[in-house]
């Protein structure tokens, strides 16, 4: 009994034994069917597609302006680093999403598994911002009609006032103020038009009116600063007034152009602000096709405002008010 118990354990075990080595064997078939499977429809295919897709942009622009954002797309699922040439001009995220940010050139970048490619960007201002730096170094007294079809002749250009204190000439300060707003304003995504950019040229009022006009300009801010007795002070907007026999349509528009620089500009250097003065005789204002404001900055014959207008700390305040009125006339900024 004992014995024939035994052997029936014996066979027991012997068969289980054949039973897992069986279910092994399957097992082993199973799983080697499946990588076989996961071999054909998974790997091949991604192996295809970087094989024979080059990288390439699916959706992308050429044409941007600041201040706007693009979606970029590439055609592959796998994960892309994004970059571009010139932050200055544009950033771009994680996911692709371009920034333009002011006027330039750049590129932008796609890379993945090792392949780059790119897009070049042309970015263009949200606004034209024409500035008109005053005078040159030297006036031209030769004349030109002070409106389309006036009878009313006036110099070309006029000598212009000198610094008390600095003894600098005012031509050499309205420059310098003009390059620093036009790098401010590029920074905040404006492109500049400047009627001159050097001292020694000599560019009539008339003509400094329709190089403006001519460059898609949206507005004509003109740069000047004042002279009078020492005592005098302070900041003044020169403005078309709404009689004007040539500009009379751009009235309102100057007028708010004239209000939110003077404005922004004295809130901005803690000059006094003189007001609006109404003026339909200067030339560069008459032959404006775009509204047009003349900000007389302050006074050279003054020796604290001559000295605050030339120091660092000064210019800074006075270009950072006058981009924020330009701002502030365009709806940009409250
Ligand atoms: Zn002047």
Same mark, same amino acid.
Request: charged content about 25%.
């Given at each position: 009994?004992?014995?024939?118990?035994?052997?029936?354990?014996?066979?027991?075990?012997?068969?289980?034994?054949?039973?897992?080595?069986?279910?092994?064997?399957?097992? @082993?078939?199973?799983?080697?069917?499946?990588?076989?499977?996961?071999?054909?429809?998974?790997?091949?295919?991604?192996?295809?597609?970087?094989?024979? %897709?080059?990288?390439?942009?699916?959706?992308?622009?050429?044409?941007?302006?600041?201040?706007?954002?693009?979606?970029?797309?590439?055609?592959?699922?796998?994960?892309?680093?994004?970059?571009?040439?010139?932050?200055?001009?544009?950033?771009?995220?994680?996911?692709?999403?371009?920034?333009?940010?002011?006027?330039?050139?750049?590129?932008?970048?796609?890379?993945?598994?090792?392949?780059?490619?790119?897009?070049?960007?042309?970015?263009?201002?949200?606004?034209? @911002?024409?500035?008109?730096?005053?005078?040159?170094?030297?006036?031209?007294?030769?004349?030109?009609?002070?409106?389309?079809?006036?009878?009313?002749?006036?110099?070309?250009?006029?000598?212009?006032?000198?610094?008390?204190?600095?003894?600098?000439?005012?031509?050499?300060?309205?420059?310098?103020?003009?390059?620093?707003?036009?790098?401010?304003?590029?920074?905040?995504?404006?492109?500049?038009?400047?009627?001159?950019?050097?001292?020694?040229?000599?560019?009539?009022?008339? %003509?400094?009116?329709?190089?403006?006009?001519?460059?898609?300009?949206?507005?004509? @801010?003109?740069?000047?600063?004042?002279?009078?007795?020492?005592?005098?002070?302070?900041?003044?907007?020169?403005?078309?007034?709404?009689?004007?026999?040539?500009?009379?349509?751009?009235?309102?528009?100057?007028?708010?152009?004239?209000? %939110?620089? &003077?404005?922004?500009?004295?809130?901005?250097?803690? &000059?006094?602000?003189?007001?609006?003065?109404?003026?339909?005789?200067?030339?560069?204002?008459?032959?404006?096709?775009?509204?047009?404001?003349?900000?007389?900055?302050?006074? =050279?014959?003054?020796?604290?405002?001559?000295?605050?207008?030339?120091? %660092?700390?000064?210019?800074?305040? =006075?270009?950072?008010?006058?981009?924020?009125?330009?701002?502030?006339?365009?709806?940009?900024?409250?």
């Amino acid at each position: 009994m004992l014995k024939s118990q035994n052997k029936q354990k014996n066979q027991n075990l012997k068969n289980l034994h054949n039973g897992v080595r069986f279910i092994s064997k399957c097992s @082993v078939h199973l799983l080697l069917c499946a990588l076989l499977v996961m071999y054909m429809v998974v790997p091949v295919s991604a192996t295809e597609v970087s094989q024979t %897709e080059p990288l390439r942009f699916t959706k992308s622009v050429n044409a941007l302006t600041a201040g706007k954002t693009y979606q970029f797309r590439v055609n592959t699922t796998d994960s892309v680093k994004w970059s571009v040439g010139n932050e200055k001009i544009a950033v771009v995220n994680k996911n692709g999403k371009v920034r333009a940010k002011r006027y330039g050139k750049t590129h932008v970048y796609a890379t993945c598994n090792g392949e780059k490619i790119a897009v070049l960007l042309q970015v263009k201002g949200k606004k034209i @911002v024409g500035i008109d730096p005053g005078h040159q170094q030297r006036g031209d007294s030769s004349t030109e009609p002070n409106g389309p079809g006036s009878s009313t002749y006036k110099a070309k250009v006029a000598g212009g006032t000198r610094g008390v204190s600095t003894g600098k000439a005012e031509y050499k300060l309205t420059l310098e103020i003009a390059k620093k707003l036009k790098t401010e304003l590029w920074n905040r995504g404006y492109q500049v038009v400047m009627t001159r950019t050097k001292h020694d040229v000599n560019i009539s009022n008339k %003509e400094r009116a329709q190089l403006i006009n001519e460059s898609g300009a949206s507005i004509c @801010v003109r740069i000047h600063a004042d002279g009078g007795p020492s005592s005098a002070r302070g900041a003044t907007a020169l403005c078309p007034s709404s009689s004007n026999r040539y500009i009379s349509k751009l009235y309102k528009k100057s007028k708010k152009l004239s209000d %939110e620089i &003077l404005s922004a500009y004295c809130a901005s250097t803690g &000059l006094r602000n003189r007001g609006i003065s109404y003026r339909d005789d200067l030339t560069g204002t008459n032959w404006s096709t775009v509204p047009t404001t003349l900000l007389e900055l302050g006074f =050279m014959t003054n020796a604290t405002e001559d000295r605050y207008m030339s120091s %660092e700390t000064g210019q800074k305040a =006075m270009v950072q008010g006058l981009a924020n009125g330009i701002d502030r006339y365009f709806g940009y900024k409250k």
